[in-house]
């Protein structure tokens, strides 16, 4: 039977004033959960991901834990790529490492396309178990956008400054647009299928795409990301996008056709506003807080809150992952503070 559905983060995410303000963190599925360690002994992420039930259990654990108000799949922003000709593997330590990266017109052309039924079934049955039967408050479905993915693909890894990246954008302009074109096709058909699963909202991951000034973004990057959001918005979902290092990016990103704009720890909610940022805004305590005082947590979640109640449209959220370090407990005393500190009176 399906369980009550508690959507305050979707009003939110709608730009609706909420009896308080919802939290989620990114990253907090895995990680830093003892129950989740003990599974990762036996299985790497592709090997749980394959496991509809168990990519749905360790994908409810933070909700159970750490009482957050929105779920996120179980899964890694490689998980599409495989289906496109790109061998992948999550390495410990490192990330997602590339075999045979792409570096030529021919490369580019010779990408498959993703069939979600036929490629990614385990994905979609995770979802239904989830939404279906099990959680109570929205699931977050999402994609790595172009950039960030490009990235993996050209480099072959994580790093540091992207310049094969960055060289092949500049040099072959031509096999970077058949590229983004090709990886736009691919998140639209795989975003599409994830909200037809049951995702109730989707975040757009573009991690590393604040290393391009926003002159370059606005030739390279944002007439594909206007294509994909354009068609996203149209499945009716909340569209929340995300970057690191991005605060050159934010006007650019507020004239995409997105709903939620999520902040690292480095721009605050009040310089984004007194920016021009219009969207709803998710964000933004710094994960290393989480290694220190308890007081220090408090203080700056608070001041985040205030600022949030202050500007308006706010979602609380990490201004990037969790990291593997940071204990449970704390999470979940976090979630609470969030909860109690920002009730409406
Ligand atoms: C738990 C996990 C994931 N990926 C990786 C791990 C750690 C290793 C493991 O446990 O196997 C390797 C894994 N995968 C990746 C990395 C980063 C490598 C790098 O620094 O370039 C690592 C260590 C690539 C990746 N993967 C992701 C991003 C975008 C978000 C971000 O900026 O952090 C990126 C850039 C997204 C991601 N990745 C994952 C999720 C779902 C869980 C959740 O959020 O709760 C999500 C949303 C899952």
Redesign the pocket.
Known sequence: MTKKMNDTILQAYRGKETSYTPAWF??????SQPEYREI?KKY??FEITHQPELSAYVTRL?VENYNVDAA???????TPLPAMGIDVE?K?G???VVDNPIRSFQDVEALGTINPNADIPYILDTIRILTEEQLEVPLIG?S?APF?LAS?MIEGG??KNYHETKKLMYREPETWFLLMDKLADMIITYVEAQVEAGARAIQL?D??VGSLNAPDYRVFIKPVMTRICSELRKLDVPLII?G?GARHLLLEWNDLPVDVIGLDWRTSITEARNMGVTKVLQGNLDPVMLLTEWENIEKRTKNILDEGKEQGKHVFNLG???TPEIKPETLKKLTNLVHEYSKRS
Do not use: C, E
């Open positions: 990114m990253r907090q599925a895995g990680r990762k790497s992420l933070p996120i799949l179980y899964k890694d922003i490689m999550i410990a490192i990330g997602p999402f790595g960030t993996y994580p790093s991951f991690s590393w995300f690191v990037h992952g969790v």
